[in-house]
């Protein structure tokens, strides 16, 4: 089996470059294995098309969710089925490796490289009024959810779990936009103001928050919370009932199960695809619409 193990150096704040030896060590064990370091945003994803023109059996992401979003989005442009993704979750959330079981224990994520089996699993492709589009493999978020990505890559010296609960500490206080959506799931028609839609295809989000806890990544929907205007001290009491995805009994949430959803917005709206930011308000995108994508991604899990 051949195996490339892309591998961003940047992932958690820096830190990950650190195991590379450890990696490199321990993947030796199972074979003749590549490692490539990303020097840049987006070089995992030609990295990753490359290496499935190129024949490669499991390519594989060693970093945290951006750098498996963007190794997702080069093998499905690739156009090679029949290449695999593999993931060594060193990243700060590591939600998509959580919701596939993937162990963040190094010697076990490798160990399951080779030793795992193949899953088959969904993706989310959305696409604004512009053309651009990208895939996505765990989650979406639009409004103050994308905010929070915003504000993650300002904050330093904190890591994980607890970087992404500051950013949104911080996005409550600092954060107050509401969106007039027009927004169409499947066949029903949603007019309202609202302060942030997430969807998933994955249950768990920002190493944490459990914001769309029945998304199961094989099912061909996407389920999403749809979060109507609130005070601060309800955005923080909602905030805590995500940790255990006990916030979608709440009278100010809405949960759905949809295949393809259309986002029509009275204004600019920010927007983050797997922690990763799709658009900024400056890039005028009002209107989006995301698709489920069933059985596109081969992941060893």
Known sequence: ?????IMNPWSDQR??????EQIESLAQQYGDVE??????????TE??????ADGYDLVV????????????????????????????????GNDFAFGLDIPTDLAEAVKRLFNGRIRTVDLGRVEDEHGRYRYFDNNFGMGMDAMVV????????????LMYLLAVLQTIVLYYQRIYAEVRFDDERVAQETLLLAIGIGPRGGGGFFLTPGAVQDDDLIQSCLVSP?????MVYLLIKSLKGRHVTSKHVAMRQNRRIVIKANMPVPIHVDGEMFAHPRDNVRQVTVTSVPGALRVMA
Not at 47 to 52: E, G, N, S, T
């Open 35 to 44: 490692i490539v370091l990303t020097e840049r945003p987006g070089h995992a």
């Open 61 to 92: 992401a060693a970093g945290g969710d951006g750098t498996v979003h963007e190794v997702v989005n080069g093998l499905v442009s690739g156009g090679r089925t029949d290449t695999a993704l593999g993931v060594i979750p060193i990243g700060s």
């Open 150 to 161: 915003v504000r993650t890559e300002a904050i330093n010296r904190v890591y994980g779990f």
């Open 15 to 20: 830190r990950a470059i650190q195991r590379r």
């Open 230 to 234: 609130i005070g601060r001290l309800m």
């Open 1 to 5: 089996m051949r195996v490339k193990i």
């Open 47 to 52: 990295l990753a098309r490359q290496a499935a």
